[in-house]
Nanobody, 134 residues
Framework: QVQIRESGGGSVQPGGSLRLSCAASGITDRSYCIGWLRQGAGTQREGVAIIAFNGAEGYADSVKGRFTISVSTDNADDSVTVEMKGLKPEHTGMYYC??????????????????????????WGEGTPVTVSS
């Protein structure tokens, strides 16, 4: 049984930083990717970053250069962290960790993970809130 738990949300001023963590257990199929998705007020969930167990990453254009995703499989649970820097008010929302099979492509000598629509994710956490406000 796959279980996903998020932590690390909170309030921060514009320009500040936050670190979100996702603990995932039960993902035995290592072709899966784990991603972070954001849902703002009145908007649909949209992917912001995703990572495969082989380290392939993918980012939404709106967060490139600001967000960094990483994965660790050292412990009993898989852990996916996203470091968020230079936050803006538009980054406010509920952040969800979710998993689905990866869609990878080879580009310029490296693997790249595509971010699919939210409806294509199989497993979800309950979310953690992020507020960026002065």
């Amino acid at each position: 049984q796959v279980q996903i738990r998020e932590s690390g949300g909170g309030s921060v001023q514009p320009g500040g930083s936050l670190r979100l963590s996702c603990a995932a257990s039960g993902i035995t199929d290592r072709s899966y990717c784990i991603g972070w998705l954001r849902q703002g007020a009145g908007t649909q969930r949209e992917g912001v970053a995703i990572i495969a167990f082989n380290g392939a990453e993918g980012y939404a254009d709106s967060v490139k250069g600001r967000f960094t995703i990483s994965v660790s499989t050292d412990n009993a649970d898989d852990s996916v962290t996203v470091e968020m820097k230079g936050l803006k008010p538009e980054h406010t929302g509920m952040y969800y960790c979710a998993a689905r099979r990866c869609a990878l492509s080879w580009r310029r000598g490296a693997w790249y993970a595509h971010i699919p629509p939210a409806r294509e994710f199989d497993y979800w956490g309950e979310g953690t809130p992020v507020t960026v406000s002065s």
